[in-house]
């Protein structure tokens, strides 16, 4: 039988040039012939998140993780963002962000998404604590210092920002 399937190429080059509809066309079709393709589903999962498919990516992704992708903590992330930004899922948001962590300890965008998470909804202690775990894990994380600064700032510490 003839590989008639899209070439890589072809699904990278859709990616990258944020040609998404394409992708998504390009990646079912191969996925019909290769349904255990893990990363193919993971990029699967962020054409359609593109397209604003969110139905669809979270599909993807189920299928991604089911599938033993490499770097599950990634498509938690992926997930975690969908039901943050998409749906106003916090509670979803915040599993799939613990999911993400309890693979990975020193996921710094898993700490830095949680963080601005629990600023957006109102809680500066738990904001607090996933950038002080960020910084914890990378000592340099610039953007976890300037969240951790603005905290203080925001608390009347403006000392504790400046100490950073």
Known sequence: MIDVAPPADSI??????RRYGEAAALLD???????DDADAWFNLGVARRQLLDVDAALAAYARALAAG???PEQVHLN???????VLQDVPAARASLAAALALQPDFLLA????????????????ARAAYEAAVAAH?????AHARLAMIDIH?????AALAR
């Open 12 to 17: 990278a080059a859709a990616l990258t040039g």
């Open 29 to 35: 079709a191969w996925l019909a012939d290769h349904p």
């Open 69 to 71: 992708i490499s770097a």
């Open 79 to 85: 997930i975690a963002a969908i039901h943050a930004e």
């Open 111 to 126: 700490w830095l998404n949680l963080g601005q998470l629990e600023e957006d909804v109102g809680d500066a202690a738990a």
């Open 139 to 143: 000592p340099a994380a610039g953007r």
């Open 155 to 159: 608390q009347g510490r403006p000392e």
